[in-house]
C-alpha cells in the first residue's frame, strides 16, 4: 500500500524522518515521564484533608472563597495538600474528606451512641 498526498507517492524517508521527529518530541514530553499524569485522585481524611480555611485571612486581608491562596475558585475545590499534588500532575481531584468531629459524630449515631 503506497502512502499519498493529493494522489502523489511520499518517499519512505520522508515518513521515516516525520515519525522520527514525532518520537523525539514524545520522549521529551514530562506527561510521558509521570506516571501520575491524567489519573484520578481520591482524598479521604479529616480537617488536614478537607482543609477547609474559612476563616484564615491572606496578607491582602481576602478570607476564605475570596483568597486566591486557600480557593480553587475555577475548580471550586479548597487548595488542600491534595489539590496541589493533583495539580502538579494534572490529575483529576475529588476530596471527600469530613472534619473529624464529622466523623465522630456519624460513627457514634449509628451505633445509637450520643
Known amino acids: 500500500m503506497k502512502v499519498t498526498r493529493n494522489n502523489a507517492p511520499i518517499p519512505a524517508i520522508h515518513l521515516i ?4 521527529e514525532q ?13 501520575l499524569y491524567g489519573k484520578n485522585y481520591l482524598t479521604f481524611g479529616d480537617s488536614y484533608t478537607l ?3 474559612s476563616s484564615w485571612t491572606d496578607p491582602e486581608g481576602r478570607t476564605g472563597q475570596d483568597s486566591p491562596i486557600a480557593y480553587d475558585s475555577a475548580k471550586e ?3 488542600s495538600y491534595g489539590w496541589y499534588i493533583a495539580d502538579r500532575n494534572a490529575m483529576l481531584y475529588t476530596n471527600m474528606a469530613k472534619n473529624g468531629g464529622t466523623l465522630t459524630y456519624n460513627i457514634s449515631s449509628e451505633d445509637g451512641a450520643p
Open 17 to 20: 524522518d516525520k515519525l522520527e
Open 23 to 35: 518520537v523525539r518530541e514524545l520522549s521529551a514530553s514530562d506527561d510521558l515521564k509521570n506516571v
Open 51 to 53: 482543609a477547609l480555611f
Open 77 to 79: 475545590q479548597w487548595k
